[in-house]
């Protein structure tokens, strides 16, 4: 079956610094992928998405590329503020399906 | 404007109670979910409806039944709680089927004891 699988944390960084969390992915078809973000006491929110082959998507200096040949989707961003604390997950949403496949998520600290 | 919004935000239990969770999106989306997060971050999908249809019903004790009386509600009812039900259970929803991203409620914690 279709699964996600990122990298574990918690990371912790101090800021400015670089950040990548891995994610990788098995499905069948072609999934569309996605980053969330979930901010303590709050619920996920969309943070980035990638719909097919080569597509980066980015958003608030996070970026990420759908990579078909590796079947990744890694998080990126140059340089990190302690209000990116948070926890990050991966997801995949099935071709032309309704179920969203989310990975165990990944906690990063932020330090100043 | 709150997107996806759920009632209560918090709730304490006893074991053996009877409770329900209540979800209400104004999107405009034919589909909402239910899903249980636990003390580790883990999401669980555990029911989904598409225009007031279920369609997915994961692995979930039958202690738990959801019901969707219109395309913008989604409630969440629990019987007969158990210690192991405490976790964070979030409400989503989306445009459907395909690559639309899904918008979360705040979540309702749950504690049972």
């Known amino acids: 079956g279709n699964s996600v699988t990122q990298m574990e944390g918690p990371v912790t960084l101090s800021e400015e610094a670089f950040l990548t969390i891995n994610c990788t992915y098995t499905a069948t078809g072609y999934p569309s992928l996605f980053w969330y973000v979930q901010y303590p006491g709050e619920g996920l929110q969309l943070l980035l998405k990638a719909t097919k082959a080569d597509d980066k998507g980015s958003n608030k200096g996070f970026e990420a590329t759908y990579r078909k040949e590796t079947t990744s989707f890694h998080l990126e961003k140059g340089s990190v503020q302690v209000s990116d604390s948070a926890v990050y997950f991966c997801?995949?949403?099935?071709?032309?399906?309704?179920?969203?496949?989310f990975g165990a998520g990944t906690r990063l600290f932020v330090k100043a | 404007d709150t997107a996806v919004s759920q009632t209560p935000k918090y709730l304490v239990t006893q074991m053996g109670n009877d409770k329900s969770i209540k979800c209400e999106q104004n999107l405009g989306h034919d589909t909402m979910y239910w899903y249980k997060q636990d003390s580790k971050k883990f999401l669980k999908i555990m029911f989904s409806?598409?225009?007031?249809?279920?369609?997915i019903n994961e692995t979930v004790p039958n202690r738990f039944s959801p019901k969707s009386p219109d395309k913008a509600h989604l409630n969440l009812h629990i019987n007969s709680l158990e210690l192991g039900d405490s976790a964070v259970y979030f409400c989503?929803?989306?445009?459907?089927?395909?690559?639309?991203?899904?918008?979360f409620g705040p979540g309702t914690r749950l504690t049972v004891t």
């Open positions: 409806y598409n225009n007031k249809e279920l369609i």
């Open positions: 989503a929803s989306s445009q459907g089927r395909g690559n639309y991203e899904q918008y």
């Open positions: 997801a995949l949403r099935e071709t032309g399906g309704f179920k969203t496949i």
